[in-house]
């Protein structure tokens, strides 16, 4: 299956999965308004930092000796589900003796939500898995059915539990529903296109996993707190209504990494498998997803207000400026997401660990200064300065390390004209 071919499978697969994703954040929104959806956030950052203290990065190692076949796919999985319930039960430890004395976060808590959180734990960790397993393998059509059915589940989860009741415990659960319906089918999918030879835990399989994970570990630790470290602050520090302004604008702008994140599927599977050409291919779509979100970022721009207002509610509006202050962060933020994947892929996953440990400590700087003087808009030109360390640190590596030049990465004209004859041939066709 080509490129091409696999693109337009994860981009239409995609563009669904953003209009049901839309529909889940629109759906939470309405719902539970601004202090419910505060709470909700503190439950969704509280469950996926469990997740990712504890997965011992897992879910790119999985996809890095699955795809490469050091180990028989069978060993890996085993493996992966192995860790997966070690980081399970170190959550449930964890979460057992925050509780005892409580930070200020968990105050905004109750603890059902908490025993949702941890239950949401083994589901996120098995969905990254098998989702990674799948797109190192080529699997395209699988992942994206994944994706899809994750949150098609999610969004009737939040109709089944949330709609009338208002729930944030309950929308929590539906998140879980679709992560764990997602994680089934997937797994399902590898067992019955593999051929099992060897059904054994491999203890090596699982040190080398633990080995590779922690290069990538301190990369994705990072890159979710350079995301998530506003919400985090701001849940500890602010109201609940302020948890739910800044969680919203995170996510509405995130929206946009959707192309990067359809780009590194299809992209991963070239790069760990050696194809020559893997770096000339990822410096031409760095390029064009700059081109591509610049676009989108400008029309976001121009219609933010009206879009908070028929998505998430009037109740939403003080979120439009910070969404306005992160836009330029992201477009630096998806630019480097796609470079992030050629890193990866050639088993280099410190560099994007590095490159996300100095994101997370500006943005924290930043942060410092910003939001005492301006609020969740201090906080979202902090994101976006770290989104820009990121990006830098990323380039310099690129550029002093591996040697390559930079002018492979810097945005032409000749791209929009480029893109627009790949679109136009397509409309054709």
């Not at 190692?61 to 192995?82: D, M, Q, R």
């Not at 039960?89 to 949702?116: C, D, F, H």
């Not at 590898?190 to 080995?211: E, H, P, T």
Request: with cysteine; proline share 3%; aromatic share 12%.
């Amino acid at each position: 299956m080509g490129f091409a071919r696999d693109t337009l499978i994860t981009s239409t697969s995609r563009a669904i999965g953003l209009v049901l994703n839309v529909a889940v954040t629109s759906a939470s929104a309405w719902w539970l308004g601004p202090e419910k959806r505060g709470e909700l956030a503190v439950y969704i950052v509280f469950g996926t930092l469990l997740a990712l203290v504890t997965s011992g990065g897992v879910e790119m190692a999985g996809a890095y000796y699955g795809g490469t076949k050091k180990y028989h796919l069978s060993e890996v999985i085993l493996a992966e589900i192995f860790i997966i319930f070690v980081s399970t039960v170190m959550s449930i430890a964890a979460a057992y003796v925050l509780w005892q004395k409580p930070p200020e976060l968990m105050n905004k808590m109750t603890r059902v939500g908490l025993m949702i959180c941890i239950g949401c734990v083994p589901a996120m960790l098995a969905n990254a898995s098998f989702w990674y397993l799948h797109s190192a393998l080529g699997n395209t059509l699988t992942y994206c059915l994944g994706n899809i059915i994750n949150v098609a589940l999610a969004l009737v989860g939040m109709f089944l539990f949330c709609w009338r009741t208002g729930s944030s415990e309950g929308a929590m659960m539906a998140y879980g529903i679709g992560e764990l319906s997602a994680a089934t089918f997937l797994l399902v999918a590898l067992v019955r296109r593999y051929k099992f030879d060897k059904i054994i835990l491999n203890w090596r399989c699982i040190k080398d996993l633990y080995i590779y994970g922690i290069r990538y570990y301190f990369a994705r630790m990072a890159q979710f707190l350079n995301v998530q470290i506003g919400t985090f602050i701001i849940a500890f520090l602010g109201t609940k209504e302020e948890t739910g302004f800044f969680s919203v604008s995170v996510g509405m702008v995130a929206k946009l990494t959707i192309l990067p994140e359809i780009i590194g599927a299809v992209l991963l599977s070239r790069v760990v498998n050696g194809q020559r050409a893997s770096l000339e291919l990822t410096a031409r779509l760095v390029r064009m997803v700059f081109w591509v979100i610049l676009f989108v970022s400008v029309l976001v721009a121009l219609f933010c207000r009206p879009i908070v207002r028929i998505l998430l509610s009037p109740e939403f509006l003080p979120a439009v400026v910070p969404i306005l202050f992160m836009l330029p962060g992201m477009l630096l933020r998806c630019c480097s997401k796609t470079l992030g994947i050629y890193f990866n892929g050639i088993g280099r996953p410190g560099v994007n660990s590095t490159a996300i440990v100095t994101a997370v400590v500006i943005n924290v700087i930043a942060m410092y200064f910003l939001l005492p003087l301006y609020g969740i808009s201090g906080a979202a030109i902090s994101t976006s300065c770290g989104y820009l360390a990121d990006a830098t640190v990323l380039i310099l590596f690129y550029r002093f390390i591996f040697k390559h030049p930079v002018s492979l990465l810097i945005p032409q004209l000749g791209d929009i004209r480029y893109l627009s004859e790949v679109i136009l041939s397509k409309m054709r066709h």
